[in-house]
């Protein structure tokens, strides 16, 4: 053998050997990551029990020392995404992720975020400090005691972890609030359209009610959704004949969620499953936090937050909707000609101008060198400007920003022993407002909104100037909405309560309610049977009925011409449908599908006619209640002249654009286009070893607006069912995985359960005595 060839001989099984030692120190510092699974005594003197799918019983003697050792569990799995969201939140993802993720920095530190946080923690309430340093102790004694397994993130960006602080905490609720009710965008845009319609035409494109509502609190408008006037409708032209304005639909902010009480003879059970944005990580993670058998709580906790955010105690359980009240507003500003001062009040033809705040800060970039800002306040709020509404400067009115009302009370909030306890419990979680509802091992059941509302003098639905629309103060926590409903044995009728973001009670200035679609669902679900069990309440979370659908399916039956033996088989396929998603995925693919083209139709029409050669064009549309002026076109014959249309215009062009566009591809089958396809941040953005960060993509039977709510990248966040007549039948289940590491075993092990929709898991560890008596 030449020696050339030895050579390479020697060359290629070095190489080899290379890969394999790399892949080996690989693998080594990917089981390194995080603590062991069965079962440890934790540094913090707390003792922790993972059972088979890696959701810890925490135990300790007491509570600081049950939340201190939260914190270390916390760190143990999940603190690159505790550590990612303080970053997001305060603005400074830009350290880890260079130039790409500056311009989100700057928004952040130009109102002062991390200030806000810092600002909040010096007034917290003693004993809600006290529990937030629990939590960080705990999480600084992993970081220290495990240097080398807070993640495998660390070592891919060459990253060290921060210790925790109580601020960080703030930050990962300022960051969760901002989900929940961040909707000045969508007012920015309203606004541009209020600008062109007519008052008539905008109250018709943007209802404050669905007909369908049942508020608990105050009385439906007696009128409801008004068409235009009739001398205010559009001319009327062909559907097919007139090239219409191009405009973006999109939804409004994606947040909704699901819960109901509900009880019935010697049953009662509470429901939640909220709907955020989805993450791999998973955004909750199961805990189960004991100090004695009469003393515990167990649900789902937020990491970087001390206590369980949705759960159950020995007494009661508690489940969450969100309110859709506004709290966000954007105040255009008058300033002076070197943006020096700003008009502050003005009153009797007197202007009082107070001096702008200015405040540098400068943002830290990964291989690139820092960059300094000025951040500008108003008494108001701060300064920020908005590409789509052009040069002007509007103070950020925010209740999240607002330091006074971040407040920490789960602790407090997991305690509870009665409907009492309870609610001064939720009276000092001020933000973000929420449908909070309530059920006690006895079947009482009850109703809340938390949250601090704002008193307002003019609506904040879209922009005011900021004399006008600043708040009037905060409307405290004794007057929230709320109702206790007492169980009477002696009753026949099973009731119940439920909320689906829809308006629970009647708001002068309106708010960001969500459509009514779920409630209704839910309200015929609920009221069906009087012996429902645990497995209905289940299944009920996973319905696809779109009634909405249905109806929309009949309308189009009965006007649209079938001009071809296909269309004359799909209408009479739409005459029959039961309105499940789940009976025929490709008839509920064409109703999704028609009912964007005919929002798509009737809004060009309408952007064609108003908009002009304006500075703010009508380029987009986004709001909750869209279906709700739909609806009232579906009501009468007659209806669609307010659009130029007649009803069989309408229809003919809606079946024939649909009968096109299926023969050129254009209409992806259903569910497999509503495929899951959240994934780790690094599963896209790291070469090779990202695919190991990679969860399965499957299709979700699920979709917007049904109670089953699923979309690629928003949805469910967990499905919780608390049995409080029989505790220990509770379920869950959730959606990825307990750990954050990817070489878990717990990682996504859930994934393909969650997927499936039928499994289930027991809440309660039967390892362990949670004191379930008689009550």
């Keep these: 053998m030449s020696k050339f060839k030895r050579a390479l001989r020697w060359t290629a099984l070095l190489t080899v050997l290379l890969i394999v030692a790399v892949v080996a120190a690989a693998f080594g510092l990917v089981k390194l990551q995080g603590t062991r699974y069965g079962q440890f005594a934790a540094p913090t003197r707390g003792r922790v029990h993972f059972d088979a799918y890696g959701i810890p019983t925490v135990e300790a003697p007491d509570w600081p020392t049950l939340i201190e050792t939260q914190g270390y569990v916390h760190a143990s799995e999940r603190l690159w995404q505790m550590d990612f969201i303080r970053r997001q939140a305060a603005g400074r993802l830009a350290e880890w992720f260079g130039q790409d993720a500056f311009e989100l920095d700057r928004g952040r530190r130009q109102e002062d975020r991390q200030g806000v946080a810092l600002r909040s923690v010096e007034l917290l309430p003693a004993d809600e400090r006290e529990v937030c340093e629990a939590y960080a102790r705990g999480v600084n004694r992993f970081i220290e005691e495990h240097p080398h397994g807070v993640g495998i993130e660390y070592v891919i960006m060459r990253a060290t972890a921060e210790r925790w602080s109580c601020a960080d905490s703030v930050l990962v609720s300022m960051s969760m609030i901002e989900e929940l009710t961040s909707v000045s965008k969508v007012e920015a845009t309203r606004s541009q359209w209020r600008e062109h319609l007519t008052p008539e035409w905008h109250r018709f494109l943007y209802p404050d009610e669905h007909p369908w509502n049942v508020p608990y609190f105050g009385a439906r408008k007696a009128e409801g959704v008004r068409l235009p006037p009739p001398e205010q409708y559009l001319p009327m032209e062909s559907a097919a004949g007139v090239r219409q304005n191009v405009l973006r639909l999109e939804e409004a902010n994606p947040v909704g969620s699901n819960n109901w009480a509900w009880r019935g003879g010697s049953k009662y059970f509470l429901a939640n499953d909220p709907h955020l944005g989805r993450s791999v990580p998973q955004l909750w993670y199961a805990m189960r936090l004991r100090v004695s058998p009469g003393d515990w709580v167990v649900g789902a906790s937020l990491p970087g937050l001390p206590g369980i955010v949705l759960g159950m105690n020995p007494h009661l359980a508690w489940a969450f909707t969100n309110t859709g009240e506004d709290v966000d507003d954007l105040l255009a500003e008058r300033l002076n000609d070197d943006q020096s001062q700003y008009l502050d009040t003005e009153a009797d033809g007197r202007e009082v101008w107070r001096p702008v705040v200015r405040q540098k800060f400068e943002v830290k970039i990964a291989g690139a060198p820092s960059k300094e800002g000025t951040a500008l306040f108003t008494r108001r709020g701060p300064l920020v400007q908005r590409k789509a509404l052009g040069d002007g400067y509007y103070s950020h009115q925010w209740l999240g920003l607002n330091e006074r009302v971040l407040r920490l009370p789960l602790l407090k909030i997991n305690r509870a022993r ?358």
């Design 418 to 775: 009665d409907w009492d306890e309870f609610n001064r419990a939720f009276d000092d979680l001020l933000v973000p407002a929420q449908h909070v509802l309530f059920m006690d091992r006895r079947g009482n059941m009850g109703y809340r909104a938390s949250g601090v509302g704002v008193r307002r003098r003019v609506s904040g639905m879209w922009l005011e100037p900021a004399g006008a629309g600043e708040w009037a103060g905060l409307r405290p926590a004794s007057e929230r909405p709320r109702m206790f409903l007492p169980r009477d044995a002696n009753a026949a009728e099973p009731a119940f309560l439920a909320t689906a973001n829809e308006r629970n009670w009647v708001e002068e200035f309106g708010g960001h309610w969500g459509s009514d679609d779920r409630k209704d669902r839910l309200r015929e679900l609920l009221a069906s049977d009087g012996n429902l069990a645990r497995e209905d309440m289940e299944k009920f979370q996973l319905d696809t009925y779109s009634r909405y659908h249905r109806e929309l399916a009949r309308w189009l039956a009965s006007h649209a011409r079938a001009g071809t033996r296909e269309q004359e088989e799909m209408l009479e396929a739409w005459r029959d449908w039961d309105g499940l998603a789940e009976s025929s995925p490709a008839i509920f693919s064409q109703l999704d599908y028609v009912e964007f083209a005919l929002r798509e139709l009737l809004l060009g029409r309408v952007n064609r006619h108003f908009d002009g050669n304006s500075e703010a064009p009508m380029e987009k549309y986004v709001w909750d209640l869209k279906r709700a002026w739909v609806l009232k076109l579906l009501e009468a014959e007659g209806n669609f002249a307010a659009f130029g249309l007649t009803e069989e215009d309408a229809a003919n062009y809606l079946i024939e654009k649909l009968s096109r566009d299926m023969r050129d591809g254009k209409l992806p089958p259903y569910p497999e286009k509503n495929r899951w396809q959240a994934q780790h941040p690094f599963a896209s953005a790291v070469p090779l070893l990202g695919r190991l960060f990679a969860v399965e993509e499957y299709p979700q039977a699920g979709y917007n607006y049904l109670v089953r709510m699923e979309t690629p990248k928003y949805g469910a966040s967990v499905r919780l069912v608390w049995d409080l007549s029989d505790p220990a039948e509770s379920t869950w289940i959730f959606p990825v995985g307990q750990s954050g590491h990817v070489g878990s075993a717990h990682y996504s092990d859930l994934h393909e359960l969650w997927g499936r929709g039928t499994v289930r898991l027991k809440v309660l560890d039967d390892n362990f005595d949670w004191g379930l008596g008689d009550r």
